[in-house]
């Protein structure tokens, strides 16, 4: 049945936190992580790919704050761009997230070079970039909704890893920590702007299909991951054992 009125912001808000079932924390490679069961090589490889993602982050962010013609949501959303790369003595999530490297056995620029990121891995990620690009400026910024559900994941890491990990050294770990408050800011902010712009039913219905993109993406993640560390199926595994795919940003 098409929906005939707008939800009232309650509803709208709970159809969107509803998306978390599609969370990657659902994926069995995440779950496998939580649980202890992953191998080191699948613990490494999920930083080495995820590192990609973190650098672009910043770029996503700067994408929007390109395409947005009011100063006051400029303001706000700039703070993204350097909790990431860092500002005023603070080292930024990338920093952070290089650490995480070395904690869990990974050379910095190993890391750093995108050597082993997947082609799966690399195009997920670009496509979100290029979203954001290309979308108005309201909806590139929802699609970063999928911070409703990452509090728990940090958390999940935080509580579990320790515990199953021994092997990663715990300064690692300031990454989780410090998106912990991170994250619960920036949903505050980026929920108020969906509720606010995501007035008719086109609106809510295309923001919703925009988180939905924005999972696919995460889920698409892992999907590379498993079918490179779990399954050992890594792209040209029937042509050869090198590391065959390209490597470096090519625009």
């Given at each position: 049945m098409t929906q005939a009125q707008p939800l009232s912001?309650?509803?709208?808000?709970?159809a969107l936190r509803a998306k978390g079932a599609y969370y990657h924390i659902h994926h069995p490679?995440?779950?496998?992580?939580?649980?202890?069961?992953?191998?080191?090589?699948?613990?490494?490889?999920?930083v080495a790919n995820r590192f990609y993602y973190q650098t672009?982050?910043?770029?996503?962010?700067a994408a929007i704050m390109a395409n947005c013609p009011h100063p006051e949501v400029r303001r706000k959303w700039v703070q993204?761009?350097?909790d990431h790369d860092g500002f005023g003595g603070s080292e930024g999530g990338i920093e952070a997230w290089l650490r995480l490297g070395e904690?869990?056995?990974?050379?910095?620029?190993?890391?750093?070079?995108?050597?082993l990121v997947l082609p799966g891995v690399r195009f997920a990620v670009d496509a979100y970039v290029n979203f954001a690009r290309r979308a108005n400026w309201q909806e590139a910024a929802c699609s970063s909704l999928t911070e409703l559900f990452a509090p728990q994941i940090h958390q999940a890491r935080l509580d579990s890893w320790p515990q199953h990990y021994p092997w990663i050294e715990a300064e690692g770990y300031d990454y989780f920590r410090s998106r912990l408050s991170q994250a619960n800011r920036d949903v505050e902010h980026?929920?108020?702007l969906a509720l606010e712009y995501c007035d008719t039913v086109e609106k809510q219905q295309r923001m919703l299909e925009i988180l939905q993109f924005k999972l696919d993406i995460l889920w698409s993640m892992l999907d590379a991951m498993t079918m490179a560390y779990e399954l050992k199926r890594p792209p040209y595994h029937t042509v050869t054992a090198d590391l065959a795919w390209h490597k470096t940003r090519l625009v």
């Open positions: 912001p309650q509803a709208f808000e709970q490679y995440h779950i496998a992580m939580h649980n202890g069961r992953a191998t080191r090589e699948q613990i490494q490889g999920w672009n982050i910043p770029l996503k962010d993204r761009i350097l904690a869990v056995g990974l050379k910095r620029e190993v890391v750093e070079s995108e050597a980026g929920l108020q």
